[in-house]
Structure formats: C-alpha cells, structure tokens
C-alpha cells in the first residue's frame, strides 16, 4: 500500500497442498519452527492434520479449534494459523479475535491459495484491526535456483500479521 514500508517476501520450496487439506506436510512444518519455540501454544484453525503433526513433533502445544467457535482458550497463543476465506465471518471481526488472542510478538499465518489480488484484502483487514503485515511467503513447488532463472510454480500465499510487542492489542 502506498507509504507503507515494504515486508519481506521468502519462498518455502514445498509441495502444494491435497484438495481439502489447507496445507501439505512440510509447509505444516515451516510456521511451526519458524515461529515458535517448545511448549509454546498454537491455535490451529487449519484444515487437514499437517499442522497438529508440525505442532506434536515440535513440542509444542495447541488447541484445535473451529474458526467459528466462540473461545480459543483462556492462554493467549504465539501463533494462530488459518486458512483463507473464512465461510461466514466478517475479515476484520476475526483479526480482532486474532489480536486479542495473541500474545505480544505473536503471529497470525494467513494461508491463500495463490493470487496476486487476494492478499490486498486480507492485509488491509487485519491492519484495521491492529495488527502489522509481517512477511509474505510464497510456497512453490519447485526451489528457486542461485544463477539460474527459474520459473517459480507457486501456489500457496503465506501472510503473516503480528501483534508488536508495543502493539495495542492482546487485551488480555
């Protein structure tokens, strides 16, 4: 967006998800370890069970939730990870609950099916509700290769959004 700072954009080489699933195995794997270290807490909005196996073979804890259901837990969390779109829920309203659910430093994943106009909406409803845009991740099936041009077939966005530690959010 105009005036704002740019983020930082990284390639996961790892493979596209199943029909049904919001991930693959190894890209489960990636928000865990790069976002969180052991015992801490992810809320798992997902769909498919890559993240909960990421999640148990990190150490880490989480509570597997419904997107919909009214409580993600009393403990804020380090990481939410969801899908995109969300079916019935209002795109600023669940970054709100996002917000007030993390705890300061923490991050909200946001993975999209890949599309150069998508992301724009998701951004700008989660910095409406406090949150900062992060990085944005590109996972592609093949890796990029150093001198070499590569063709890079991706299909999965990945934004992450967090809540600064000097943020005003986490109203917990």
């Known amino acids: 967006m105009p005036g704002d700072v740019p983020v930082p954009i990284t390639v996961w080489p790892v493979p596209a998800p199943r029909r049904g699933d919001t991930m693959s195995n190894a890209m489960g794997v990636r928000p865990v370890h790069n976002l969180t270290h052991p015992g801490e807490l992810i809320v798992d909005l997902a769909d498919g069970p890559q993240l909960a196996r990421a999640v148990i073979a990190a150490s880490r804890r ?3 939730q419904a997107a919909r259901q009214a409580g993600w837990g009393r403990e804020p969390a380090r990481l939410i990870v ?11 309203e669940f970054f ?10 923490g991050c909200v994943a946001v993975l999209l099916s890949h599309d150069v106009t998508a992301p724009v909406d998701v951004i700008v409803a989660a910095k409406t509700a406090g949150l900062s845009y992060l990085q944005h991740i590109v996972a592609a099936d093949r890796p990029p290769r150093r001198g070499q041009e590569t063709l890079l077939d991706i299909h999965t966005d990945v934004l992450i959004m967090t809540l600064s530690a000097a943020g005003n959010g986490g109203g917990r």
């Open 82 to 92: 969801t899908g995109w779109p969300l079916d019935g829920l209002v795109p600023v």
């Open 62 to 64: 989480s509570h597997l």
């Open 96 to 105: 709100i609950r996002c917000r007030d659910a993390l705890l300061p430093g």
